[in-house]
């Protein structure tokens, strides 16, 4: 069994060092960084967990089809490491949502993290309006997003190819229906 964690290799030491943490919130803070200080949460650390690109997203999104809470995920045992990641999120208030992503025909799971834009997105809950986060994964192999690509690549082409055989067989049907309508009316 493999696990990895997705820490930010510059952040990492933020997380884990106070003096730093204090060091870099100084120099943001007299250089005036607005930017930089967004990055905070809740006045503490910096995020060590690495944002989703739009393309890992959509590729994890449709491969890993199963996601829930962390707290009713039951397929398996979460790896130990996995657990004490988890708690440094939680601990540290991350996120607003923790997912375990995983598919039935597919051994890697993923934890993932859910954060809202913005405090009006949290407020009305608009889940539309969130990022994720990588915060570990565990399996046989853990496959990177790029090493799931061509699996993802595959598995869409079998779902438009399936779909695009259902739509001719659905028409075949209303042919052959109409056909006999049609005939009889002769």
């Not at 884990?16 to 870099?24: A, H, L, Q, S």
């Not at 779902?159 to 042919?175: A, M, V």
Request: some cysteine; charged content about 30%; aromatic content about 14%.
């Amino acid at each position: 069994m493999e696990t990895k964690l997705f820490y930010n290799e510059e952040s990492i030491s933020t997380v884990f060092d106070v003096d730093e943490t204090n060091r870099w919130k100084e120099l943001v803070e007299s250089l005036s960084l607005t930017g930089q200080k967004e990055l905070l949460v809740n006045d503490k650390l910096v995020m060590p967990f690495p944002l989703i690109t739009e393309a890992e997203g959509f590729i994890m999104k449709d491969i890993f089809n199963e996601k829930v809470n962390y707290k009713e995920y039951s397929v398996e045992v979460i790896p130990l490491k996995i657990l004490e990641t988890i708690v440094l999120a939680e601990k540290e208030k991350y996120f607003d949502e923790i997912e375990i992503w995983y598919s039935k025909y597919y051994p890697d799971l993923y934890v993932i993290g859910r954060r809202y834009v913005d405090a009006n997105a949290r407020k009305n809950k608009y889940h539309w309006s969130m990022l994720c986060y990588k915060i570990a994964a565990w399996g046989t192999k853990v496959k990177s997003v790029s090493e799931l690509f061509p699996l993802w690549i595959k598995k869409r082409r079998e779902d438009i190819e399936n779909e695009y055989k259902n739509n001719l067989s659905e028409l075949d049907s209303k042919i052959s229906k109409f056909e006999f309508q049609i005939n009889s009316m002769k």
